[in-house]
């Protein structure tokens, strides 16, 4: 299935390279992407941002501005920069936060990071998801 | 496209059916033998017809392909996702084939005259037997569901095995992601090959804009907008609880009646996770066979067996990092269970429509629902526990994993406080309401034939007419529901055209 070029895709640039740096911390399996597994994961969160309303992907691209002013206020460096435990705890700060959007917009990012790896079929095999060859007896 | 559209923009029926889930496929069957009476019958699908040699059974593409938002619809508060489908067979395409009949219950709470069980009892075994509805074969039952069965009879919990609807299924247990062997008997296996047979005209991609008096206004296969006119004596809508009455406020108005799009319903859901040293692979064979309505009555929940997909299980983990990985990557392991909460009907759950005319839904989880999830969790560890599990995952737990020694402090350990919209992955396909059926205007959009109030000519037959949920998985009802407004509209058309 081929990404539909009739719009912009959402991860580009420094958005791809932040998402990447987030789902290195969310999903840890992913820091030991290849090349391929990586682009294959950005071509799927695009895929699916495709579909999504332009409000919505108004909203995620705020969410990615939002994590850098708080890792800029709490450690003086953008997320993509911090250190790992700094990232985690950043993350953490927002997945238990008291404002509930805060909360709705790391599930977001969150699902996303794992739609990234997880859907990714290539990877089916290694946590043991088999489909049942449809010539069963 | 459909070879009978490709020249004239207008187009003219004596019936048109806007959707073809369960409930306009069991309308386009229920009327085709008009056909032979020289009655014009069109069913109108937004999406393709898919074939089941198309089905490649991967996870994200299927669901793109079959899904509308790829399944993910958010509510507006951006706490819950809907998942509902498109294309010829609508949501019967991807549901599970779980066959519940409507409780006496239900009924009673929707207190619509005329409405009753024995009313809608034989229509729902009529549909059964269609339908092929059975209870799998016990050497079928792969663990996963066993260790559901196993659980709830060591607590002594009412346990019941629900029937499914398929025919020379294989167990491929990708049902969600539509049947690559047709063995489902959703509409497009069932009733909509037979309406065809007996007339009835199919036009796939075709997005029904609004309706103008007896017109429908229609984009067909990607023509420009409103292009296409389609003429109809009687018009049926069954695009579903979202889609309908979204068609409805766009052709009228969001004020034209007072409870359009209001009342809507959807058993909120949450997937829970347990791990098992011995190998469960539940996604061999028919993913779910059992059920508990121990919680039903007292605490608002069922329970059932499930399985979901890498991706689709692991978004509904809580947290991040290594705990994720660690419990994806036991996935053969893996006992999955489902709770359903049973919400109830409120006016300010309901769908609107943006400036573009587009649906969107409005859904508090409030209190009594995440109160209900608090109460689901501590019961589907206790399950697991039971049934053996090693480890649990559950929404509201104050850690990622919870251990067997930890079973008798449940109640500590799964607690309201740790229970936050945002942090667990809520889900519902089950979209009940938002054109409820009733007497008057004043509080309904139909009467009890799904007549819509105040026009002669237009009927709704899908969930969209429950008035409030149904407490079991619905499509049953919605085939029943929708059986008995085809018996109206054929009434209605008969008397006024013959």
Redesign the interface.
């Known amino acids: 299935?081929g990404i539909n070029t009739k719009t912009a895709l959402f991860l580009t640039g420094y958005k791809a390279n932040l998402f990447e740096s987030l789902q290195n911390?969310?999903?840890?399996?992913s820091k030991g992407f290849t090349p391929l597994q990586k682009q294959q994961s950005k071509d799927?969160v695009n895929?699916?941002l495709d579909?999504?309303?332009e409000s919505?992907k108004r909203?995620l691209a705020l969410f990615f501005i939002l994590i850098d002013l708080l890792a800029v206020l709490t450690n003086g460096k953008t997320f993509i920069k911090l250190k790992d435990e700094n990232k985690?705890a950043l993350?953490q700060s927002l997945?238990?936060s008291p404002i509930?959007?805060?909360?709705?917009g790391?599930?977001?990012i969150?699902?996303l990071?794992?739609?990234g790896?997880?859907?990714q079929?290539e990877?089916?095999a290694?946590?043991?998801?088999?489909?049942?060859s449809?010539n069963?007896? | 496209m459909n070879s009978a559209i490709s020249s004239p923009r207008e187009l003219s029926y004596d019936i048109v059916i806007v959707g073809s889930g369960a409930g306009g496929g069991t309308v386009a069957k229920e009327l085709s033998d008009l056909c032979a009476k020289g009655f014009k019958i069109a069913l109108l699908e937004l999406g393709p017809r898919f074939k089941p040699e198309d089905n490649t059974?991967?996870?994200?593409?299927m669901a793109?392909q079959y899904y509308f938002?790829?399944g993910?619809f958010?509510t507006t508060?951006?706490?819950m996702t809907l998942a509902f489908a498109k294309g010829l067979g609508g949501s019967t395409n991807v549901y599970t084939g779980v066959t519940f009949k409507l409780p006496e219950s239900a009924v009673k709470k929707w207190n619509v005259p005329d409405i009753t069980l024995e009313d809608l009892d034989p229509r729902m075994d009529k549909y059964l037997k269609e339908n092929g509805a059975h209870l799998e074969d016990e050497n079928n039952i792969n663990k996963n569901n066993q260790l559901f069965k196993a659980g709830c009879e060591k607590l002594g919990w009412h346990v019941d095995q629900f029937q499914i609807n398929t025919r020379n299924c294989?167990?491929?247990?990708?049902c969600n992601l539509g049947c690559?062997?047709g063995a489902k008997q959703g509409t497009a296996v069932v009733q909509i090959p037979q309406a065809e047979r007996n007339g009835v005209e199919v036009i796939t991609h075709c997005k029904v804009e609004r309706i103008e008096g007896n017109t429908v206004v229609a984009t067909v296969n990607g023509s420009s907008p409103d292009e296409y006119r389609i003429s109809a004596k009687k018009i049926i809508l069954c695009a579903g609880a979202i889609n309908t009455p979204a068609i409805l406020m766009r052709s009228f108005g969001e004020k034209f009646n007072p409870v359009i799009g209001r009342y809507l319903t959807c058993h909120p859901a949450m997937i829970m996770a347990a791990d098992h040293e011995v190998e469960v692979?539940g996604?061999?064979?028919p993913p779910k066979n059992y059920y508990s309505d121990q919680f039903v009555k007292k605490d608002r929940f069922l329970l059932e067996s499930c399985m979901y997909?890498?991706?689709s299980?692991?978004?509904n983990?809580i947290?991040?990092?290594?705990d994720?990985?660690d419990l994806?990557?036991?996935?053969?392991h893996l006992q999955m269970v489902i709770a359903l909460v049973l919400d109830e009907a409120y006016a300010h759950n309901r769908v609107s429509i943006n400036s573009k005319g587009?649906a969107q839904v409005h859904y508090k989880l409030d209190t009594k629902i995440q109160q209900a999830f608090v109460k689901a969790s501590r019961a589907t560890a206790r399950l697991m526990f039971s049934a053996g599990a090693s480890r649990v995952h559950v929404p509201g737990a104050n850690h990622f994993f919870i251990k067997p020694n930890e079973v008798t402090r449940l109640d500590e350990v799964i607690n309201e406080k740790q229970f936050?919209?945002?942090?667990t992955?809520i889900a519902s396909a089950h979209l009940m309401g938002g054109c409820r059926m009733g007497e008057s205007a004043d509080n309904s959009v139909t009467n009890s034939w799904g007549k819509v109030h105040g026009h002669k000519h237009l009927y709704v037959a899908d969930g969209s007419l429950f008035p409030s949920c149904s407490e079991v998985n619905p499509y049953l009802t919605i085939m029943a529901l929708a059986d008995r407004v085809a018996e109206g509209v054929r009434k209605d058309i008969l008397s006024e055209y013959l």
Do not use: C
Not at chain 1, 100 to 104: A, N, S, T, V, Y
């Open positions: 299935m911390s969310l999903v840890p399996r799927l895929r699916l579909d999504q309303s919505s909203k985690n993350l997945f238990d509930g959007l805060f909360r709705k790391f599930w977001g969150n699902t990071a794992r739609m790896v997880y859907g079929k990877l089916h290694e946590i043991g998801y088999r489909l049942r449809n069963h007896e | 059974r991967e996870e994200l593409p793109r938002n790829s993910g958010q508060t951006q706490d294989i167990g491929l247990g990708t690559a062997r692979n996604t061999e064979g997909f890498p991706f299980f692991a978004r983990l947290g991040f990092g290594a994720v990985d994806v990557h036991r996935y053969p587009e936050k919209l945002g942090q992955t």
